[in-house]
């Protein structure tokens, strides 16, 4: 029962996020493949309720259902209203899924919407009496698309397993969507090839991306990816000289190691690397572009068809004589791919949809067994572990960490004492193990509950789309970096606050279609959301290209409210007026909407981001749009810092925030408008004197040490008396009332036993720099 | 074996020749940035390069795309700091053949290397 709730919950979230896309999609093919997707989601949906009983949601998925299958066979149209319906049931499936885990008896569906989806379902039977109407999805993709879609269906994970180093297991996933990015590319120079006009340009960037994915391939150890992209950088650079005969012969062979290359990203993602027997593929390249030469007995054979092609240069085997059919059309493709590299699975059920005449029941079923083989390589191989489970496995390795940090320093003073050194070494042999273990246990365990933000992001754009509907508004929502992953607390303290900026940008930020296009904007508003990895820091910026924030107003409220004055609001900076929105109760909204308009939301913002231990920065231009930006620390509760002494005590430095490691002369620190700063290298680096900071009396002497901390773009310099080495430390949070006005974000504890604060760069180099800033403002 | 150092600290350089000696490697040539690397490769014809990221004059990334364009072929580990991750992904397009994070231990290294010379040799 359990599996099955927490089963659904994802699946109804997926379902939810394929239905707007769906609304939106442009493709019919798109479409199709989204339909199929709901569908299955509501079906599996369906079954495991029905096994269980669960009358309720069984009738309402299967009321959903049938709509679906309409929609899916086209003969019912994407409308609004059939999408509202559909949105609602998967509301109200989710609604009842929520009851059941909380133990309660599901609630009967509403009857109108179930009428309403009966009527969708039936209401155009006369249309139905045309099934051949609607391409059949499979038999008409476009060849050279065909393979790349189908690629996915070897789902026996066919090469060897990667055997590289952790350093670069690390970078693989960069690697993945850079090879997927540069594969892209070598597909857009191919298109240009064909046309004389562009085809020296062409040229040109395909040998530029081969030549950088070549240095990625040979990083990555991929030596039969190597080979190959040398040979197509190679044939790049001499395209110019060939004849318009051979191109084509080129082309066709640059499209199948295009695919090739796509089917190694794609097995990237299993740390696994593909072979082939390319030398024949290669030869016949390298053959035509040095003198467009190619043995007649096989021009022209591959008909056009990138599969057909690497069965014809022997890179993929011919299955039962199924690639040598003419039809160029059929594409047989996805059946062959599974063939070679994975032995074994389905070849005929592969091959029917081509058949435009099959019974449209036959069909459906094939396509079931099709899609849903496509899903399988995508869905990881998982396990469901309860949270708490996972929580106390980190207290633990926590907890090992600070022993292992004692034994090694056990292991440092054993050596002075009267031992025998052969067991001193032994022993230091086995702590050395132990350290490097304990490292990795940590980088798994951390792993284990990093989560992608696109569990947050892929509910947005329905949220989106419902403001959208309600306020008659053309909102369009873009997203980027959805996989930025995030320890798991942050993600579910984020949810809120997202929701609520940009319920604000849709409802305030964005303004009336008839508004925009009289201020000569496009009827359709945007909003970009944006996460990425910073230093060791997860920017998360939501941009509106809407009316952007007054000051004037905002301003005059905040005097109303009492949070200024006139005479303090001239002084501030256009950000301090901007982050009263934060406050509580304070909206400008003239009248309470549905959806906002109390002033709760952004104060629920700035709570939840600042548990987070985050920044909040909102820059605005009037008339042009809003950005909100977020910075949150990676909590990940165990990190590699440096620990400094500062007067009598220690203080630890996160690592992942250190640049560099300075020795200031007394000579070269200067003072800018009371401030101290040194020049490294080419900045001005500002300089914090972290006794003054932390209340220690100043004393003299010249052997200071500057760390230079980095947060997005801006470096300071922390001035401290002694550098004690490096630590693992394991964060232990600190509650608001103890680090009052003090710089830290929590505390650690040491080798000997010992608490050792932890310093909070983010706010450091904010004060300094603020402070910095308003002082020169000042000034001037 | 050849190989060549190129670090803006002495300290950092020190530390990286210790440790090479350690290993049995013991033909070395240090350079305080990449200008100064690059006026050095042609004398001294390195077979291993051990490049930071951050220096003065020109960084750790534009020597080793200079170095590349030249069309050596001498196999280049980066050193970088925790905060410059992110970009190895720069530094592997401009060819570099691996690369050690900062502060790295003895062993690390050592290891570093022998993965990147085994590459080389197969």
């Known amino acids: 029962m359990q599996d099955f709730l927490t089963e659904s919950g994802e699946l109804i979230e997926q379902l939810d996020a394929d239905l707007v896309r769906l609304e939106a999609a442009g493709s019919p093919e798109e479409a199709q493949e989204l339909c199929n997707g709901c569908f299955r989601a509501l079906h599996t949906i369906k079954g495991a309720a029905s096994f269980l009983g669960l009358t309720a949601v069984t009738t309402f998925a299967h009321a959903a259902e049938d709509t679906l299958n309409r929609l899916r066979k086209g003969e019912v149209d994407v409308t609004e209203e059939v999408m509202d319906a559909l949105l609602q049931s998967s509301d109200i499936v989710k609604g009842m899924i929520d009851q059941l885990s909380e133990g309660e008896e599901a609630h009967e569906g509403p009857k109108e919407l ?52 952790p350093q670069k297991i690390d970078l693989l996933e960069f690697m993945i969507t850079d090879i997927q990015d540069a594969s892209k590319q070598i597909g857009e120079a191919v298109e240009g090839l064909c046309n004389d006009a562009t085809r020296e340009e062409s040229a040109s960037h395909l040998a530029e991306v081969c030549e950088e994915m070549e240095k990625t391939a040979e990083f990555f150890e991929l030596d039969e990816l190597t080979s190959l992209i040398k040979v197509l ?29 796509d089917q190694q990203a794609e097995s990237l993602n299993d740390q696994r690397a593909l072979s082939w027997p390319l030398e024949t593929l290669c030869a016949r390249l ?30 993929i085997q011919e299955q039962a004589g199924a690639a040598s059919q003419p039809q160029v059309e059929a594409s047989p493709a996805p059946a062959e791919t599974t063939d070679a590299l994975a032995p074994g699975s389905q070849v005929s059920e592969d091959k029917q949809p081509a058949k435009k005449e099959e019974a449209k029941a036959a069909e459906k079923t094939d396509k079931d067994t099709g899609s849903r083989s496509t899903a399988k390589p995508v869905a990881e191989q998982t396990i469901r572990v309860e949270v708490s489970r996972l929580e106390s496995l980190l207290n633990l390795v926590g907890q090992l960490v600070l022993n292992k940090n004692r034994v090694l320093a056990l292991t440092r003073n054993i050596k002075d004492l009267p031992i025998a050194p052969e067991t001193a070494e032994d022993f230091s042999d086995a702590a050395g193990d132990l350290d490097h273990l304990m490292s990795e246990l940590q980088v798994s365990v951390m792993r284990t509950r990093m989560q992608p933000l696109a569990k947050l992001f892929d509910r947005y754009p329905r949220v989106i789309r419902d403001m959208a509907r309600m306020t008659d508004k053309k909102i369009n929502l873009e997203i980027v970096g959805k996989d930025t992953e995030v320890d798991k607390s942050v993600l579910e303290q984020l949810a809120d606050p997202l929701v609520h900026i940009l319920r604000n940008s849709s409802d305030h930020g964005v303004e009336n279609p008839e508004d925009r296009k009289a201020a000569g904007k496009n009827e359709t508003g945007t909003i970009h959301l944006e996460a990425e990895h910073q230093g060791s820091h997860v920017r998360v910026a939501i941009t509106d ?18 949070l200024t004055t006139p005479e303090k609001l ?38 939840n981001i600042n548990k987070l231990n ?21 909590t990940v509760a165990i990190m590699p810092a440096m620990v400094v002494g500062v007067g009598d005590h220690v203080y ?26 040194m020049r490294l290298r080419d900045i001005v680096l500002p300089l914090v004197d972290m006794r003054q900071r932390l209340d220690e009396p100043p004393i003299e002497d010249g052997g200071r040490f500057a760390v230079v901390v980095a947060v997005g773009g801006q470096r300071v310099g922390l001035c401290v008396d002694r550098l004690v080495g490096q630590q693992e430390i394991v964060i232990k949070p600190l509650d608001d ?12 504890i040491q080798e000997d036993g010992e608490v050792c604060l932890i310093l909070d760069v983010v706010q450091l180099i904010r004060n300094s720099t603020s402070s910095f800033s308003s002082e020169t403002k000042t000034a001037a | 074996m050849k190989v060549m150092l190129v670090d803006d600290s002495k300290t950092m350089r020190n530390i990286q020749k210790g440790i090479l000696t350690q290993l049995g490697y013991t033909d070395l040539e240090e350079a305080c940035d990449g200008l100064d690397a690059l006026s050095k490769v042609g004398a001294f014809q390195p077979e291993l390069l051990l490049v930071d990221w951050n220096m003065p004059n020109m960084d750790g990334l534009t020597f080793v795309k200079k170095f590349r364009e030249q069309g050596n072929k001498a196999p280049v580990i980066m050193v970088t700091t925790e905060a410059e991750k992110s970009r190895v992904v720069e530094a592997i397009k401009a060819g570099v053949n691996n690369y050690v994070v900062k502060p790295f231990t003895p062993d690390l290294l050592g290891e570093r290397i022998k993965e990147t010379l085994s590459r080389i040799a197969a």
Not at chain 1, 236 to 258: P, V
Not at chain 1, 545 to 562: C, P, S, T
């Open chain 1, 114 to 165: 179930i009428d309403t989806l009966h009527a969708i379902a039936e209401g155009k039977t006369d249309t139905a009496g045309a099934p051949d109407s609607q391409p059949t999805g499979t038999g008409s993709t476009d060849d050279t698309q065909g393979p790349d879609q189908e690629a996915n269906t070897d789902d026996s994970k066919p090469g060897t397993p990667l055997n590289l180093g």
């Open chain 1, 233 to 261: 950088a190679s044939v790049a650079l001499k395209l110019n000289d060939s004849s318009h005969e051979s191109i084509q012969e080129i082309t066709i062979r640059i499209k199948a190691a295009k695919f090739l290359i």
């Open chain 1, 286 to 315: 390298t053959q035509l572009a040095e003198d467009g030469s190619i043995d007649p007995q096989v021009k022209g054979q591959h008909q056009g068809d990138v599969q057909a092609l690497l069965v014809l240069d022997g890179v």
């Open chain 1, 545 to 562: 290209d809407g009316k952007g924030l007054d000051r004037e107003v905002l301003g005059q409220k905040a005097i109303e409210k009492g």
């Open chain 1, 570 to 607: 001239e002084q501030l900076a256009d950000e301090d007026v901007f982050g009263f929105i934060f406050g509580a109760g304070f909206s400008t909204a003239k009248q309470v909407s549905d959806l906002s308009g109390r002033g709760v939301g952004m104060d629920v913002v700035r709570t």
């Open chain 1, 614 to 634: 985050g920044t909040i920065n909102v820059m605005s231009k009037k008339g042009q749009g809003t950005t909100i930006e977020i910075l949150i620390p990676l």
């Open chain 1, 652 to 677: 630890s430095i996160p690592l992942q925030s250190i640049v560099e490691i300075v020795r200031p002369e007394p000579e070269e620190v200067k003072s800018v408008s009371g401030h101290p700063v």
């Open chain 1, 737 to 748: 009332s103890f680090t009052q006005g003090g710089p830290f974000s929590g505390a650690t």
